[in-house]
RNA sequence: GGGGGUGUAGCUCAAUUGGUUAGAGCGUCGGCCUGUCACGCCGAAGGUUGCGGGUUCGAGUCCCGUCACCCUCGCCA
């Protein structure tokens, strides 16, 4: 075999006349007769080799058992094709290899998938030979891009300091948050390692050990049911630095993505793509920055997409409260949620059947219903409407500032959480049919100003809302209820401090220092300024209700490294897929990943997860339980 | 775990709503062609209709179960 001299896309006209070597697949072959053409692809891209009978009888005889996707090498003179012969089609189109002597290096059998750009199949296929689909050009540049994205990234970091560190996957079961996939200790029989959801202990330990600047590209395991933008393995670029301010963590992170999108957009190897990043507008930091509240207040959802930031919510709580429609009055009174979204225009945007199917997503959700009204000049049409009096009609649409031709959508609950879930995605679909959410649009902002805790009423507790080692932004009012709450008294520390005076609406104002980049709805990053001193650290254990007994058995090792001297730190992670999918206007996550696994997380390709050997379990002690009958 | 969708030739899809021998395009294989580039022309092969059961004189079509893939709700601190 010759030495390759060439990629096949890279020659062009410069290199007409000399004698080159050039190795690939065989993407097509177009047999004419007396002459026959043979396009050769590699990474960069194709050329055309020919064959003539007048030049070589034998070697285009030859030609006769390559076959799609041979490997094959040829050598010949690179040539300018006569003009009427040039091609816009490929990169190397005014030339071709006039071959003198080829070699076929391997044969291969009829794909199962066609290598080709525009394939349209189904993704079990494309799952099963992925070796096969990743030949095809959009893979590869996918490729590409990510690797890009990680160089960027990693040239941004390194020069600001910091430094990459590897941190176990072999790790520990985490009782909090997603569930582990677990790994039996042959060694340590009955034990068993967790792979981690997340390094986020093990960077701050980083921060303890006084390395200043960490990160990582470290993949992350949830062994939770997938979905289009999930895979159980998934890569979060993951960051921690000591010493830093809230603006601090959020202005290196701006400076990444910044860069991330600068370094794709000059890449030349992308120029023929049309991933919104090339075409889309710009990203400028500093990235605009919203309250949770205000998201909340105006999107029902702390991941607004901002490409339709006018479409906003608006409560009718206080409206309802005094209305006459008692399904509304009733939520109201009750302390629950009235939720409206003006559809701008819309009045004749559905019919009823599709309004009937709004109306039973939202049930879906677990709304009781879905109010539809129709705004006209004469006030309110449809549905409800009689049953609301002209002059509170009058206040409602002055209200949410509605115009005739508008419709409005409007959920009532007491559940606020079904309201919100009900009243986002219905801005979603309303965002979507007015055609604002025009993927090379990006719409970039922070949203800051988290609770501290979220509530949950079946069993009175509180949870972290980011997780329980942020840090809360008044960490003297939380060792005040943590005092109250280690009174002691009632089983709860929820009811503990309730009967100390504090009331929950003061539990749930407490915010904390938690940031999330958010670009088009979709959660790119977050991260928190982290509690760095033990005290504050077991105050906010206290009120979560993980005792020193608990806390010291499951973070013991970062209780006691927080008593060694923690410098304040703080970091951010962000989700690689996920940004890659946005970045090239992709919506199923398996379409960014090298190997990725199937909605139900198997491995088609390998076939995986499978049986193993029965001894295998013996030795690690792990007994196999047949799955119970229906 | 719940709901929905899909499953017919190697691939993408048809099959007049239960009726003769399940078709087409692409691909594959063979032949022809001296400038193709989604080459063209002629011809051929290729099917356990995902799998199992049922209803029926008769099932790709209807029913039950099951498997796989996709979407969605729950879940994902």
Redesign the pocket.
């Known amino acids: 075999m010759k030495t390759r001299t060439h990629r096949c896309g890279d020659l062009r006209v410069e290199h007409v006349g000399q004698t080159v070597t050039v190795c690939g697949w065989v993407d ?10 043979i ?1 050769l692809r590699d990474v960069a891209g194709k050329v ?1 080799l ?1 064959f ?3 030049i070589n009888p034998e070697l285009l005889a030859a030609t ?2 390559v ?2 996707e041979f490997v094959i090498t040829a050598t010949g003179k690179v040539r300018e ?2 003009a ?4 816009t ?2 990169a190397s ?1 005014d030339i ?1 290899i ?1 071959v003198e002597s080829f070699e076929i290096l391997n044969t291969a059998v ?5 290598v080709r750009d525009d ?7 494309r ?1 099963k030979h992925r070796f096969i689909d990743l030949r095809r050009r959009p893979m590869q540049a996918m490729l590409q891009a990510r690797a890009k994205l990680l160089e960027c990234a990693r040239e941004t970091l390194g020069g600001e300091g910091f430094l990459e560190v590897e941190t176990p996957v072999l790790y520990k079961r ?1 009782p ?4 582990d996939f677990i790994v039996p200790s042959r060694a340590h029989r009955g034990q068993f390692y967790a792979l981690p ?2 390094p ?2 093990f960077k701050q330990l980083c921060m303890i050990s006084g390395l200043d600047r960490y990160y990582q590209v470290a993949r992350c395991f ?1 062994d ?7 895979q159980p393995e998934f890569t979060q670029i993951d960051i921690e630095m000591s010493f830093p301010t809230r603006d601090d963590v959020m202005e290196l992170f701006e400076k990444v993505v910044g860069n991330v999108f600068k370094g794709i957009r000059e890449d030349a190897r992308f120029k023929d793509q049309s991933w919104p990043v090339l075409s889309g507008s710009e990203v400028s930091p500093p990235f605009e920055r919203m309250s949770y509240e205000q998201a909340m207040r105006d999107y029902s959802i702390d991941r607004p997409d901002l490409r339709s930031r006018d479409l906003k919510l608006t409560d009718l709580t206080g409206w309802a409260a005094g209305c006459s429609f008692n399904a509304f009055k009733g939520v109201a009174e009750k302390q629950g949620l009235v939720k409206a979204l003006r559809c701008p225009g819309l009045v004749d945007g559905f019919s009823t059947g599709q309004l009937k199917n709004l109306e039973r ?1 939202a049930k ?3 709304a009781t219903g879905l109010a539809n009204l129709k705004v006209t000049d004469a006030g309110l049409e449809g549905g409800i409407a009689k049953f609301i009096p002209e002059v509170e009609q009058k206040a409602m649409i002055d209200g949410v500032g509605a115009k005739p031709g508008d419709l409005l959508l409007i959920c009532a609950h007491e559940k606020h ?1 079904i309201v919100h ?1 009900v009243m986002h ?1 219905m801005r979603l679909l309303i965002a979507e049919k007015l055609g604002l959410h025009d993927n090379s649009k990006f719409a970039i902002c922070w949203i800051i100003d988290f609770p501290l805790f ?1 509530y949950r009423e079946e069993d009175e507790k509180l ?7 942020t840090l809360p932004q008044d960490v003297a009012r939380v060792r005040e209820m943590a005092e109250i709450s280690r009174k002691g008294g009632e089983p709860h520390p929820v009811a503990r401090m309730l009967r100390g005076g504090v009331k929950i609406e003061e539990i749930l104002a407490l915010r904390n220092n938690q940031y999330d980049l958010v670009i088009n709805g979709i959660e790119i990053a977050g991260g928190s300024i982290r509690m760095h001193r033990t005290d504050d650290q077991a105050d906010v254990f206290e009120l979560v209700g993980i005792g020193k007994e608990e806390a010291d058995k499951k973070f013991g090792f970062l209780m006691s490294a927080l008593d060694h001297g923690a410098p304040p730190h703080g970091g951010i992670a962000s989700g690689v897929d996920r940004l890659l999918m946005l970045l090239l206007g992709l ?4 379409d960014v990943i090298a190997f ?7 491995d ?1 390709m390998i076939d995986t997860p499978n049986d193993v050997e029965p001894a295998l379990l013996d030795e690690l002690g792990v007994k196999m339980i047949p799955k119970p009958e ?1």
Do not use: W, Y
């Open positions: 097509t072959k177009r047999d004419r007769g007396g002459v026959a053409f396009l055309q020919t003539a009978e007048e006769k058992e076959r799609h094709r006569d009427e012969n040039k091609t089609t490929m189109g071709e006039a009829t794909p199962a998938i066609e394939l349209k199949c189904d993704s079990e296929l799952l985490t909090e948050g997603a569930r959801q997340s986020q202990l949830r939770e049911d997938k979905r289009a933008d999930r997503d879906g959700m677990g959480k879930a995605n979220e949870f972290a809302s980011h997780h329980p080692f919506d199923n996550i398996q990725p696994k199937s909605a139900t997380g198997r088609l229906k």
